[in-house]
């Protein structure tokens, strides 16, 4: 029937609807339509809304009520970016304020001289919450204080127990899985051993053995250190040194058997780069530079610092011992000045790098003996005559320079360089390298032009030219026979 019909009296008005389900006329304003059914709609579709919310929200707020706040807070990928960014400067492995390193996780947790950093699930005791949060924070130092939310995700990842979630990568280099090159590597550094029938090359995270002669690949050493800056064979050619490390993160020297190609033993040092690493005479000791500044003396093969000398200002790329004494030089320098009153008993060993300095130091104590030279050019190579107390240095200004180990003259206010025996020709750039041959009688330096020039050391008369290197020349080495 029609709209006039005689059921349309029955059905209540939109108004007392509305009133019994708690919605007064106001929410129909605007509305239209026969009986105002199109009000009803939106009011019934609203309810739906309503109920749609409150049964979503349910789980979180049931969640808020347990004290939850979402997923748990990762130290991973939300703590230790703020580390990175507003403390790392400051807590590092050679800037270590107050004794805290907060370059890892494992750091982090140890503390510092306040003691542990955080205590798991408490972080109303952790130190870490004394000093960044509060009115008046303490750290970072000099700096604006973090800001509350970051605060609030440290006191949240300590509440949920300080976890560790930083993930496992598998290494995809290591023993038995040597690195593929797609392209030419650099080579930082090569050595023969003491009988020329092993050349000793540094690539990436290995070492490649070749037999002396040109015939082939002999083996390849594969270790942890993705730069080997430095190789040296003992006196008696039974064990490799390999130094080395990953800048700003670690410094290692591994001693390998060149024979049986096994790793005799590991150890880390610092936390960047070791070089110039030189065995003892009697092999049982190695001394290294490092771009901490530093220069040590480890045992061999256990890698156990034995010396540590901190003199140096800048970066020490190259160390070499003093050769072992005799008769003829102890009576030689026999009441001399400024010098040890004995040359013998007590091996030297001589450092230098950036700050242009060649120390001389004691080996037993690294006590400091003398800077030998006067301050001129920061040095990349110091390389020992096979024979004398004499050692030729280079570096950027292209000048090899020979001198004298230890003092026979005075010093004076005019620092006058009384050591220097001989400074030879310029090169055409910065010197990288240089290597004695076996009798000391030539040498031969490597430069950053990618040029190699061969001299006599007695006169420095230029032997030959060697050219065609595509970029700089990081490494030379005689043969045992001095024909390569």
Known sequence: ??????????????????????????????????????????????????????WTAGPALAAAGRGQAGPPVSFHRQIRPILQRKCQGCHQPVSQGGKLILTSYEAFRAGGAAGPAFKPGKPDESVVMRLIA?????????????????????????????????????????????????RPPVIPAVAWSPDGSL???????????????????VGRLVGRSPRIESLAFSPDGKVLAAAGGAPARFGEIQFWDPVGMRLLGSAELSYDVLYGASFSPDGRQLALGAADNSVRIVSVPEGKVLVKFDNHSDW????????????????????????????????????????????????????????????????????????????????????????????????TMNQEDHNLLRAYERQ????????????????????????????????????????????AVFALAFRADGQQ
């Open 316 to 411: 020490v790329f190259a160390t070499c011992w003093t050769v072992p004494a005799t008769a003829q030089t102890l009576a030689s320098t026999a009441g001399t000045t400024n010098r040890p009153p004995v040359h013998d008993a007590r091996p030297h060993i001589l450092s230098t790098g950036r700050d242009r300095a060649i120390k001389l130091i004691v080996a037993e104590d690294g006590s400091f003996v003398d800077d030998i030279n006067t301050h001129t050019s920061p040095y990349r190579t110091l390389v020992r005559h096979p024979t004398r107390d004499e050692v030729l240095v280079a570096g950027d200004d292209g000048v090899p320079r020979l001198y004298q180990i230890f003092r026979t003259k005075p010093r």
């Open 134 to 182: 509060g009115p008046n924070p303490s750290m970072p130092k000099n700096q604006p204080a973090l800001p509350r939310a970051e605060v609030e995700l440290f006191r949240r990842w300590i509440l949920e127990g300080a976890r560790d979630d930083t993930p496992t990568v598998r290494d995809p280099i290591g023993p038995g899985r040597p690195p593929a090159y797609t």
């Open 428 to 471: 055409p750039g910065a010197v990288c390298c240089a290597a004695f041959s076996p009798d000391g009688a030539r040498f031969a330096v490597g430069t950053d032009t990618g040029e190699i020039r061969l001299y006599q050391t007695e006169d420095g008369r230029r032997i030959a030219s060697l050219g065609g290197a595509a970029g």
């Open 199 to 217: 050349l000793a090359v540094a690539g990436y995270r290995e070492v490649l053995l070749h037999r002396g002669d040109g015939s082939g690949l």
């Open 1 to 54: 029937m029609g709209p006039a019909g005689p059921h349309r009296h029955r059905q209540p008005a939109p108004g007392r609807r509305l009133r019994r389900a708690g919605v007064s006329h106001a929410g129909l304003e605007g509305v239209d339509g026969p009986g105002g059914r199109r009000g009803v709609s939106r009011v019934r579709v609203s309810g739906a809304v309503w109920a749609l919310v409150v």
